[in-house]
């Protein structure tokens, strides 16, 4: 049986904590053996993600919580970030390129997401907040590192 490594973070929807939730999933991903670059785009994805969640889909909000949960099995890091925000109206117009609700963005979050991520989910529903689920498996194969 794989040994499975979880954490999970909760935290107000402010924009400080977009810096604190990438160092944190970096941090929690550092333990596969990936390049620094495979830390860099975890680390841009999950940005977005905890980006999303603050801009659309809590606006002003910053009482709101947003979740990070990372789990590692085996070589593979499965991280998801959740909002019990506005959700998502039109996710099949929202996962478009350069597609934004808010004309001050480029809306590149979910393509950055998609790129950076082996297999990339998103569930949704007006009202009820979006879960973004991202997997990356560390291409090395490598198994957790001991100590670290």
């Known amino acids: 049986m794989e040994q499975v490594n979880r954490v ?7 924009p400080a904590n977009v ?6 999933a970096g941090s929690f991903a550092s333990q596969l ?6 830390l860099e785009e975890i680390k841009v994805a999950v940005s977005e993600a905890v ?3 603050i801009v659309h889909g809590y606006g002003t909000d910053a009482g709101s919580i947003i979740e990070v949960a990372a789990e590692i099995t085996g070589d ?23 597609f934004s609700t808010d004309p001050e963005r480029m809306g ?6 998609q790129s950076f991520s082996d297999s990339f989910d998103i569930e949704s529903a007006p009202g009820k907040g979006t879960r973004v689920t991202m997997t990356r498996r560390c291409k090395k194969g490598v198994t957790p590192r001991q100590g670290h």
């Open 76 to 98: 593979v890091i499965t991280i998801t970030v959740a909002d019990r925000g506005k959700g998502i109206d039109d996710l099949e117009n929202a996962l478009q390129p350069a």
């Open 19 to 24: 810096a604190f939730a990438r160092v944190a």
């Open 33 to 38: 053996d990936f390049t620094i670059n495979d």
């Open 51 to 53: 980006t999303n969640a």
């Open 108 to 113: 590149l979050g979910f393509s950055f997401m």
């Open 8 to 14: 999970s973070i909760q935290f107000s929807s402010l």
